[in-house]
C-alpha cells in the first residue's frame, strides 16, 4: 500500500535529525517563553535567564512544569509572549474540568497549527477529492476552526456544519455526498441512532471515514462506529492547550497515534512521584510546544493519561505512536475504594451486541455505601420476547461490569434515544454522592 503522505522530509525524518530539530525548537521556545511575565518569574526561580543553557533535550527535565492552575492564574495574558498586534486569535479550552484556560495565536502559529492538521487528516488516508463535514463545535472550542484550516489547506470540500442539529446534519450529509467527517464518538454513534427517524438509510450516504477524538473513548466504541457506518475511523488527539486538534492523530494503519515530534515533546511522568516513566508504562502525558510564538508552553501537564506504543508502524514515520488516551487523572472514580475509569465502563458496554449508542454513569450513596448505577440504552428488537429476556440481559450486563471493574452495579435498560446527549463532549458521569 502507498502511503499518503502530507510532507514527507518531516514526517519520515530520521530520529537523529529529528532530536536535534526538537533542541533547536526547544533553545527557540525559552526564548520566546521568557518574553511572558509568568515564564520570566518562573524560569527565573530555576536559574534559567538563557536558551543556550540548554544543551540537550535531557536539560528540559530541570524545568518547571506548568499547570492547569498556572494556566488560570496567569489569565488573562500573563503567558502572552509576543504584542497584542503580532496576536492574530485566541481559543479557550472547553471548560471541562473549570475556568477555561486561553491560547493566543500569531500568524505563524496559526499556519503551523494548519499544517499539523492537514498532516492528520492526509495520514488518515484523506484527500483533496473528499467532501469533508465538520460536525464539531465553531467558535472558542478548537475543533471547528482547527479542523477546519487544515481541512482547506489539504484542498478537500468543506462544510462548516458545527455541531448538533442531527436532522440537518444528515440532510447535509445526503445531499453533498459527505465522504469524511469530523465529530466526537458519542455524537456519531447519536447521528446513527437517528438515521431510523430521518428516514435515512445508510445507503443513501456516501461517509467512507471519521476523525473521531475530544472525549475518552474505547477501542469497542470505535468498532461500532465503524460498523454501524461502515466506514474506518482514526483516533485524534488534541487539547487547546497545545492548539487543539493535531497534536496525535492515527494514520490508516490505526496502530496508535502518531504524536508529531517535531512540534511537540511528550513526557510521560508518574503524576505523584513526578519521575518520567519507561517506555510502555502509562502515566500522565507532559507536553511542551516547539513551533509557538504567542503562547510557548514548557511542560504543561495535560492531566491525561496514555503510554508509548513500541516498535516502528508499517507507515514509515519516525514519529513515536501514543496509545488511545485512557482519561484524564481527574476522571477517575473511587467506588467503594475501588478506582475505576469511565472508559472501563464503556469498553465492557460496548462488546455487548444489545448494548445501544447511548450509556450513563451514576453514582449515589446509600447509607455509608457507594451505589454505582449504569443506565444503558439498548436494542429492543434484539432482545427476544419476554421479561426474562431483559432480566437476563441486565444481569449479563452487570456480570460483564463485575469481571471488569470488581463492582456489581444496578443496571438500568433504556429505550433507544431516551439518555441525554450532547452536541460536544459528552457528559457521562453523574456523580450525586455528597462532598462529605
Ligand atoms: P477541556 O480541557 O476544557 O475539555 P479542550 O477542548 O482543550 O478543553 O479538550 C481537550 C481534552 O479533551 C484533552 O485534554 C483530553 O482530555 C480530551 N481529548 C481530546 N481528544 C481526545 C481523544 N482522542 N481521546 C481521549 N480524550 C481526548
Ligand atoms: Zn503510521
Known amino acids: 500500500m502507498k502511503v499518503p503522505v502530507w510532507n514527507p522530509a518531516v514526517e519520515f525524518i530520521e530520529r537523529e535529525a529529528l532530536e536535534a530539530l526538537q533542541l533547536a525548537n526547544l533553545r527557540k521556545t525559552v526564548a520566546w517563553a521568557l518574553k511572558a511575565p509568568f515564564y520570566q518569574r518562573k ?3 530555576v536559574g534559567l535567564t538563557h536558551p543556550g543553557d540548554l544543551t540537550s533535550l535531557r536539560d528540559l527535565r530541570d524545568l518547571p512544569y506548568t499547570t492547569k492552575d498556572d494556566l488560570r492564574a496567569a489569565y488573562p495574558d500573563g503567558l502572552l509572549a509576543v504584542t497584542l498586534e503580532q496576536a492574530l486569535r485566541l481559543h479557550t479550552s472547553s471548560g471541562t474540568t473549570g ?3 486561553v491560547v493566543y495565536h500569531s500568524r505563524q502559529d496559526l499556519d503551523c497549527w494548519t499544517e499539523l492538521v492537514a498532516r492528520c487528516i492526509i495520514a488518515a488516508g484523506a484527500t483533496a477529492s473528499d467532501v469533508f463535514q465538520n460536525m464539531t463545535g465553531y467558535g472558542m472550542f478548537t475543533g471547528g476552526l482547527g479542523l477546519h484550516y487544515g481541512a482547506e489547506r489539504v484542498g478537500m470540500l468543506v462544510i462548516p456544519a458545527s455541531c448538533g442539529n442531527t436532522s440537518r446534519q444528515l440532510q447535509l ?27 435515512i438509510t445508510r445507503d443513501q450516504l456516501a461517509l467512507r471515514k471519521a476523525f473521531i477524538g475530544a472525549e475518552p473513548h474505547s477501542e ?3 468498532r461500532k462506529i465503524e460498523d454501524l457506518f461502515g466506514i474506518d475511523a482514526y483516533n485524534s488527539y488534541g487539547l487547546s492547550e497545545m492548539n487543539g486538534p493535531g497534536v496525535a492523530f492515527e494514520c490508516v494503519h490505526k496502530t496508535g497515534l502518531h504524536l508529531w515530534e517535531d512540534a511537540y515533546i511528550l513526557e510521560i ?15 500522565e502525558m507532559v507536553m511542551t510546544t516547539l513551533q509557538r510564538r504567542a503562547t510557548p508552553l514548557l511542560r504543561y501537564r495535560t492531566r491525561d493519561l496514555s503510554h508509548w506504543v513500541s516498535g516502528n508502524c508499517p507507515c514509515g514515520r519516525t514519529h513515536r505512536r501514543l496509545a488511545r488516551i485512557k482519561g484524564r487523572s481527574d476522571d477517575m472514580l473511587i467506588i467503594g475504594g475501588v478506582n475505576v475509569f469511565p472508559s472501563q465502563i464503556e469498553d465492557v458496554l460496548m462488546k455487548i451486541p444489545e448494548v445501544g449508542t447511548n450509556y450513563l454513569i451514576q453514582l449515589e450513596k446509600r447509607g455509608s455505601l457507594d451505589r454505582l448505577i449504569v443506565k444503558t440504552e439498548i436494542y429492543a428488537k434484539l432482545v427476544a420476547g419476554d421479561l426474562h429476556a431483559l432480566d437476563d440481559l441486565r444481569e449479563r450486563i452487570a456480570e460483564s461490569l463485575r469481571a471488569a471493574i470488581l463492582i456489581k452495579p444496578a443496571v438500568e435498560l433504556h429505550e433507544p434515544g431516551s439518555l441525554p446527549v450532547s452536541d460536544g463532549k459528552a457528559k457521562r458521569v453523574v456523580d450525586l454522592r455528597p462532598a462529605f
Do not use: K
Request: aromatic content about 4%; hydrophobic content about 35%.
Open 220 to 222: 469497542q466504541t470505535r
Open 173 to 199: 450529509m445526503r445531499s453533498f455526498q459527505t465522504t469524511v467527517v469530523h465529530a466526537t464518538p458519542s455524537y456519531l454513534l447519536h447521528l446513527h441512532a437517528a438515521l431510523a427517524s430521518e428516514g
Open 99 to 101: 475556568m477555561p484556560t
Open 43 to 45: 524560569l527565573a526561580e
Open 269 to 283: 511522568i508518574d503524576p505523584d512521584t513526578l519521575r518520567p516513566l519507561p517506555e510502555g508504562q502509562t502515566g
